[in-house]
């Protein structure tokens, strides 16, 4: 028995751990991978200049800066940039070291789901909820990128698991240890804030009298949100640009490189379905209908918890719907609601009669678990950015570190993995008058055409013009 139980939570483990590690060493280069590079930059400026000269802050550009170089990033908290710095001291600047954090993080919020579901189902429930979470294409590839989609899931449930040992025993230390979880899961993601309130909720629906005590856990939230906030205007002198971001994410202007233009309800909702057919099993979405038409769903209060994490995942799609428009990652929080139904519901199934129904739910398990790898591959198979890893290898040849380098481009972007893998202090530009502009303004010490645009302005060279130079293969800094 006690192996059994042992091994209903560690396969779980293992196989999230196995999928994440396919190909963790690769290059910033597959989907959405910009991020990656984004928070690996933040995190090398941290272990260069200190906490004490980046005041906090996330430090993205490169090359050897003086504080008055620094740009800022601070569109998310910076948990997710001090832990890779953390990782990075530990471990060297890689990519691999990187993507560990994040699948740390998910590795957690598996077993935390697990445990929540064996609280509500007993140890088989907790067994395929674990199980069915970690195959999702959506965690077993997004759930190992540096961003705050990891962090944010493993700090939802954590605080589901520590509201619900506190209905069991009622003792107050699950309550504080709930404040503490809320503050600091929003240093990683501003979405964190709305569970403890969800939690709130739940518990004045399930147990009214008990439901001021919530109010500690919500404050924990609400004093982390304003810590980040304070910390974002003394780094970055007020809160504009957090407001311009916010205002850009609610809106309907998709901004993206392969993404653009004005969308719709109805284009909205085409695209997420979309997102989710790749992202998710389709056999875990009906084992989720079976949970909700009532195979395996128990008492009220229980079903309540799967509610208040959807609720907590679609929040996430509804108030930022250009940026769930854009990025397929924004649904990963309803892998959380999906795979604890799903696990509830093959519960219930191997509940029904001994034997043949335990082999048919373990089988059904196979079959999500394969239909996820089959979805996994087309993800992992994508292969992006490879023009900012010529370029990178360009910059880094003909620069030096403590130059300041104008890119004239002729697609909007933000060369995020330029600046990582040339480690240079890098501006963008996408129209030649403003280029001209800046150029003329002082300050930069080379300048690059990198887009095609033209050659006639002297001081920004062609980039790639020989066929030796197009046909030479990209090398990393130091490679």
Same mark, same amino acid.
């Given at each position: 028995?006690?192996?059994?139980?042992? @091994? /209903?939570?560690?396969? *779980?483990?293992?196989?999230?751990?196995?999928?994440?590690?396919?190909?963790?060493?690769?290059?910033?280069?597959?989907?959405?991978?910009?991020?990656?590079?984004?928070?690996?930059?933040?995190?090398?400026?941290?272990? %260069?200049?200190?906490?004490?000269?980046?005041?906090?802050?996330?430090?993205?550009?490169?090359?050897?800066?003086?504080?008055?170089?620094?740009?800022?990033?601070?569109?998310?908290?910076?948990?997710?940039?001090?832990?890779?710095?953390?990782?990075?001291?530990?471990?060297?600047?890689?990519?691999?070291?990187?993507?560990?954090?994040?699948?740390?993080?998910? =590795?957690?919020?598996?077993?935390?789901?697990?445990?929540?579901?064996?609280?509500?189902?007993?140890?088989?429930? #907790?067994?395929?909820?674990?199980?069915?979470?970690? +195959?999702?294409?959506?965690?077993?590839?997004?759930?190992?990128?540096?961003?705050?989609?990891?962090?944010?899931?493993?700090?939802? @449930?954590?605080?589901?698991? =520590?509201?619900?040992?506190?209905?069991?025993?009622?003792?107050?230390?699950?309550?504080?240890?709930?404040?503490?979880?809320?503050? +600091?899961?929003?240093?990683? $993601?501003?979405?964190?804030?709305?569970?403890?309130?969800?939690?709130?909720?739940?518990?004045?629906?399930?147990?009214?009298?008990?439901? *001021?005590?919530?109010?500690?856990?919500?404050?924990?939230?609400?004093?982390?949100?304003?810590?980040?906030?304070?910390?974002?205007?003394? &780094?970055?002198?007020?809160?504009?640009?957090?407001?311009?971001?916010?205002?850009?994410?609610?809106?309907?202007?998709?901004?993206?490189?392969?993404?653009?233009?004005?969308?719709?309800?109805?284009? @909205?909702?085409?695209?997420?379905?979309?997102?989710?057919?790749?992202?998710?099993?389709?056999?875990? $979405?009906? =084992?989720?209908?079976?949970?909700?038409? #009532?195979?395996?769903?128990?008492?009220?209060?229980?079903?309540? +918890?799967?509610?208040?994490?959807?609720?907590?995942?679609?929040?996430?799609?509804?108030?930022?719907?250009?940026?769930?428009?854009?990025?397929?990652?924004?649904?990963?929080?309803?892998?959380?609601?999906?795979?604890?139904?799903?696990?509830?519901?093959?519960?219930?199934?191997?509940?029904?009669?001994?034997?043949?129904? =335990?082999?048919?739910?373990?089988?059904?398990?196979?079959? &999500?678990?394969?239909?996820?790898? $089959?979805?996994?591959?087309?993800?992992? /198979?994508? %292969?992006?950015?490879?023009?900012?890893?010529?370029?990178?290898?360009?910059?880094?040849? !003909?620069?030096?570190?403590?130059?300041?380098?104008?890119?004239?481009?002729?697609?909007?972007?933000?060369?995020?993995?330029?600046?990582?893998?040339?480690?240079? !202090?890098?501006? &963008?530009?996408?129209?030649?008058?403003?280029?001209?502009?800046?150029?003329?303004?002082?300050?930069?010490?080379?300048?690059?055409?990198?887009?095609?645009?033209?050659?006639? +302005?002297?001081?920004?060279?062609?980039? @790639?013009?020989?066929?030796?130079?197009?046909?030479? *293969?990209?090398?990393?800094?130091?490679?």
């Amino acid at each position: 028995m006690r192996i059994a139980r042992a @091994l /209903s939570w560690a396969v *779980p483990l293992a196989v999230g751990a196995g999928l994440m590690s396919i190909q963790i060493a690769r290059p910033w280069t597959g989907s959405y991978d910009a991020n990656g590079a984004l928070f690996s930059a933040a995190a090398r400026n941290y272990l %260069r200049y200190g906490l004490l000269a980046t005041r906090g802050g996330q430090v993205v550009n490169g090359g050897q800066l003086e504080p008055g170089q620094f740009r800022f990033y601070a569109h998310h908290p910076p948990g997710i940039s001090l832990t890779v710095a953390a990782s990075f001291a530990v471990f060297g600047m890689h990519e691999w070291s990187a993507r560990l954090v994040p699948l740390l993080f998910t =590795l957690g919020a598996t077993s935390l789901l697990y445990g929540i579901a064996r609280g509500l189902g007993g140890a088989r429930a #907790g067994f395929f909820a674990a199980l069915a979470f970690a +195959v999702q294409p959506m965690v077993a590839f997004y759930g190992r990128m540096p961003d705050h989609e990891a962090p944010a899931a493993f700090f939802a @449930l954590l605080l589901v698991a =520590l509201y619900l040992r506190w209905r069991r025993g009622e003792q107050r230390r699950w309550l504080w240890a709930m404040g503490a979880a809320a503050f +600091v899961g929003i240093w990683y $993601a501003w979405v964190a804030f709305v569970v403890p309130w969800l939690l709130l909720g739940h518990c004045w629906l399930t147990a009214r009298r008990k439901s *001021p005590w919530m109010l500690l856990p919500a404050a924990g939230a609400l004093l982390g949100f304003l810590a980040v906030l304070g910390h974002v205007a003394i &780094v970055e002198g007020g809160l504009g640009e957090l407001w311009r971001a916010l205002s850009y994410r609610t809106g309907a202007q998709a901004g993206d490189r392969a993404v653009r233009g004005q969308f719709g309800l109805g284009t @909205l909702l085409s695209r997420q379905g979309e997102y989710f057919w790749l992202g998710f099993s389709a056999l875990a $979405a009906c =084992l989720a209908l079976a949970w909700l038409l #009532g195979i395996g769903r128990g008492k009220r209060a229980d079903a309540l +918890v799967v509610a208040a994490l959807a609720l907590f995942a679609l929040f996430n799609l509804v108030a930022f719907k250009q940026g769930a428009y854009v990025h397929i990652y924004y649904q990963l929080y309803l892998a959380l609601p999906l795979a604890l139904a799903a696990g509830l519901a093959l519960d219930g199934l191997s509940r029904r009669r001994p034997g043949l129904w =335990l082999v048919g739910a373990v089988c059904l398990a196979g079959l &999500v678990g394969a239909e996820g790898w $089959a979805k996994l591959a087309r993800i992992r /198979s994508a %292969r992006l950015y490879l023009d900012q890893l010529r370029i990178a290898a360009y910059v880094e040849r !003909n620069t030096q570190p403590d130059d300041r380098i104008l890119l004239l481009t002729g697609e909007p972007t933000n060369f995020r993995q330029v600046t990582w893998y040339a480690d240079r !202090n890098i501006t &963008v530009v996408t129209d030649r008058a403003a280029a001209d502009r800046l150029w003329a303004s002082g300050g930069f010490t080379k300048a690059f055409d990198v887009g095609g645009l033209g050659s006639e +302005v002297q001081y920004v060279p062609l980039f @790639l013009t020989t066929r030796e130079e197009r046909s030479a *293969p990209a090398r990393r800094p130091g490679g």
